[in-house]
Nanobody, 125 residues
Framework: QVQLVESGGGLVQAGGSLKLSCAAS????????MGWFRQAPGKEPEFVAA????????YYAESVKERFTISRDRAKNTVYLQMNSLKPEDTAVYYC??????????????????WGLGTQVTVSA
């Protein structure tokens, strides 16, 4: 099992920045991919970013490219999401996810076996 704990959410004005953290514990050696998803009220979960743990290759949703950056600290088993130029439409609960699978669709929730409880990000206009 892998446990994930997110932190760093909050309220920020449009144009501002936040940095989310996700600390993994447990069987972290099994992690192949870590991702960030978000879910706004009344909407389906949406892929935000993903990173392959071994080589650091990263992928982003079109809506956040050039604004968000995913990174990792392997020594701390932590993945980060730096969010810049935030917009009101970025408001959502952000979830960290981890997968032991090295192949698959990193943008689909089904790839991921482990999820955090989420952290709220609210961007005011």
């Amino acid at each position: 099992q892998v446990q994930l704990v997110e932190s760093g959410g909050g309220l920020v004005q449009a144009g501002g920045s936040l940095k989310l953290s996700c600390a993994a514990s447990g069987r972290t050696f099994s992690i192949q991919v870590m991702g960030w998803f978000r879910q706004a009220p009344g909407k389906e979960p949406e892929f935000v970013a993903a990173m392959y743990w071994s080589d650091g290759s990263s992928y982003y949703a079109e809506s956040v490219k050039e604004r968000f950056t995913i990174s990792r600290d392997r020594a701390k088993n932590t993945v980060y999401l730096q969010m810049n130029s935030l917009k009101p439409e970025d408001t959502a609960v952000y979830y960290c996810a981890a997968s032991p699978k090295s192949k698959g669709s990193w943008y689909r929730t089904g790839l991921y076996d482990y999820w955090g409880l989420g952290t709220q990000v609210t961007v005011s206009a």
